[in-house]
């Protein structure tokens, strides 16, 4: 990006898939209000999906992804933003390339064990981008919790001089997180989607009527998950490390991941054991 270095001024970005919803369109916002110019990412990548099915039927919307994020730069006079839309996956990743950037410790289990290479595929393409980019600031929300964990930990181990910051969940009126995926559910499917925040409020109150008793929070899960295989995962974590092992006191992750129909939602909920 011969551009970027023609940049003096600090510039946040943020890496979407597009079909942008309201949940990208905060990171951008954010973005938009702390740098005087933003850039926003769309490249669905090819190497951070398992099925080419769920890659080929990835919602591709340029067009109405541009025209959103240009409502929101019109809301921020004085701002600037590029967006940079790789058509080609060449563009990333040219001929020859076999480079893989992994932090196989936050890769282990949850999201991994259900879309084996799914974050080494991730993690490259984030680095690629970083590295393009070159943000002082770098956006991403908390709903793929996982991911945000790895990322963050990717550019403090490789020593990346950006900022990561992550962002809230944005969700419906009724609660479920959005995701470019929700379009898929069908019928009763939309309502049955409650379920995963229903379990992790749920989860969330056992712990505090339980006097924080985090055995009795993951037993409630796992019996959960025994009876209804909708359920991929559910669990308490340690937050950063998301480690099994859960300290007394400090930050905890509580992840879900139930299957509707074809469609995979993921949610979380953050809280602090005191
Ligand atoms: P994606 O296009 O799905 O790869 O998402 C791009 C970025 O938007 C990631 O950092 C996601 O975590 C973030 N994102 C997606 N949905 C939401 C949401 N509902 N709330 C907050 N951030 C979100």
Not at 77 to 90: C, F, H, S, T
Not at 93 to 110: A, E
Request: aromatic fraction near 8%; proline fraction near 4%.
């Amino acid at each position: 990006m011969l551009w970027r270095s023609s940049v003096k001024s600090t510039l946040g970005f943020v890496a979407t898939m597009g079909n942008l919803h309201q949940g990208h369109l905060s990171l951008l916002e954010s973005s938009l209000k702390d740098h005087p110019i933003s850039v926003l990412s769309i490249f669905v990548n090819p190497a951070q999906f398992n099925e080419t099915s769920d890659f080929n039927r990835y919602p591709r919307t340029l067009e109405s992804d541009c025209k959103l994020a240009n409502e929101l730069l019109q809301k921020n006079p004085g701002r600037e933003l590029i967006v940079y839309a790789p058509n080609d996956p060449k563009e990333i990743y040219p001929d020859g390339f076999s480079s893989v950037v992994s932090v196989p410790l936050l890769s282990q289990d949850l999201e991994a064990e259900f879309r084996p290479g799914h974050f080494e595929g991730m993690s490259t393409v984030v680095y690629l981008l970083l590295h393009l980019v070159k943000p002082q600031t770098a956006y991403f929300g908390r709903k793929d919790y996982q991911q945000y964990r790895i990322v963050k930990r990717m550019a403090r181990d490789l020593g990346l001089p950006v900022h990561i910051k992550g962002m809230s969940i944005i969700r419906a009126e009724d609660g479920l997180a959005l995701s470019s995926r929700n379009q898929f559910l069908k019928g009763k499917e939309r309502e049955e989607a409650l379920e995963i925040r229903k379990a992790l409020l749920h989860i969330e109150r056992l712990l505090a009527n339980s006097h924080k008793n985090t055995e009795l929070a993951r037993n409630w899960a796992q019996n959960m998950m025994s009876t209804d295989s909708r359920w991929q995962y559910l669990d308490v974590r340690e937050a950063r490390s998301l480690s099994k092992v859960i300290p007394n006191k400090g930050k905890v992750v509580i992840l879900g991941l139930l299957k509707v129909g074809d469609v995979r939602l993921l949610d979380n909920l953050e809280l602090e054991l005191k």
